[in-house]
């Protein structure tokens, strides 16, 4: 069992920055994937961006370039560094990990764990 716990979100201005964290625990393998996705109300789940046990990345059209995954592995944590904020990346924000690193091969919204979410809110 996995255990992921996501932190950081709020509500900020548009062309502001965030920091969202996800404390992971359980039984964690080093080859791995894990990532962000989220989902806005009324629409579908959005992968943002993936990152695997090597420490490959890869981020979702929407936010190359304004956005940056990363991880500590000694501490099993996850993090989504966010800038330039705009209000379509109001959304809830979710961490999921699965325990092969070929799920990394895209980026996506679905994750054989994942948290509970922390709320990202872009006002105008």
């Known amino acids: 069992q996995v255990q992921l716990v996501e932190s950081g979100g709020g509500s900020v201005q548009a062309g502001g920055s965030l920091r969202l964290s996800c404390a992971a625990s359980?039984?964690?393998?080093?080859?791995?994937?894990m990532g962000w996705f989220r989902q806005a109300p009324g629409k579908e789940r959005e992968g943002v961006a993936i990152?695997?046990?090597?420490?490959?990345?890869a981020y979702a059209d929407p936010v190359k370039g304004r956005f940056t995954i990363s991880q500590d592995n000694a501490k099993n944590n996850l993090y989504l560094q966010m800038n330039s904020l705009k209000p379509e990346d109001t959304a809830m924000y979710y961490c999921?990990?699965?325990?092969?690193?070929?799920?990394?091969?895209?980026?996506?919204?679905?994750?054989?764990?994942w948290g509970q979410g922390t709320q990202v809110t872009v006002s105008s």
């Open positions: 999921g990990y699965h325990y092969i690193t070929s799920w990394c091969a895209d980026v996506r919204p679905d994750f054989r764990y």
């Open positions: 359980g039984y964690i393998l080093s080859g791995k994937c």
């Open positions: 990152i695997d046990g090597d420490g490959d990345t």
